[in-house]
């Protein structure tokens, strides 16, 4: 599902949480917002795929459910 939505831009914030990091995606055409938890030894480029991943899979779920607010 998450294959069909392309993302132009996406805003990321990355939060040191003890021995986790917090990321943040933000898609600032909809101003839809994602977190997730991840391993920082997993590395910036990493996480940033994951977050992307999921912000997609978000906004596909949205414009399938008719929520589409771009």
Known sequence: MAKDTRL???L???RHLGNS???NAIDPD?????????DPRAGEH???QAAM???AFV???RRA?????A
Request: glycine share 10%; aromatic share 6%.
């Open 46 to 48: 990493v996480l940033k």
């Open 21 to 23: 990091v917090q990321v």
């Open 12 to 14: 990321f914030e990355f």
């Open 59 to 61: 906004l596909a779920k």
């Open 30 to 38: 909809t101003g839809t917002e994602v977190s997730m938890v991840g």
């Open 8 to 10: 132009a831009e996406v």
């Open 65 to 69: 459910a008719g929520q589409d607010d």
């Open 53 to 55: 991943r999921k912000l």
